[in-house]
Nanobody, 122 residues
Framework: QVQLVESGGGLIQAGASLRLSCVVSGRTSLTYAVGWFRQAPGMEREFVAAISRSGNYINYADSVKGRFTISRDNAKNTSYLQMNSLKPEDTAVYYC???????????????WGQGTQVTASS
């Protein structure tokens, strides 16, 4: 079994920065691709960013490209999402997920965290 725990969310002013962390525990002898998704109230869960097992392949949603940076530290079993220049429309619950492939589709990820709230006020 694999568990994921996100942290780092909060309430901040638009234009500020936050860094989210996602710690993966359990069967960590296998290194997983990690995806970050977000879900605003009344909206579907949407892709934000993903990083491959090695960290060599990274993919971003157009809406966050240039503002968000995904990374990982396999020695710490942790993935990070650095979010700069946050906008009110970035407000959502942010989830990290682990899976075999680095994709944009939520259904391709097997394990999910509980989510962390990010609120950017104008």
């Amino acid at each position: 079994q694999v568990q994921l725990v996100e942290s780092g969310g909060g309430l901040i002013q638009a234009g500020a920065s936050l860094r989210l962390s996602c710690v993966v525990s359990g069967r960590t002898s296998l290194t997983y691709a990690v995806g970050w998704f977000r879900q605003a109230p009344g909206m579907e869960r949407e892709f934000v960013a993903a990083i491959s097992r090695s960290g060599n392949y990274i993919n971003y949603a157009d809406s966050v490209k240039g503002r968000f940076t995904i990374s990982r530290d396999n020695a710490k079993n942790t993935s990070y999402l650095q979010m700069n220049s946050l906008k009110p429309e970035d407000t959502a619950v942010y989830y990290c997920a682990a899976g075999t492939f680095t994709t944009r589709r939520p259904q391709d990820y097997n394990y999910w965290g509980q989510g962390t709230q990010v609120t950017a006020s104008s």
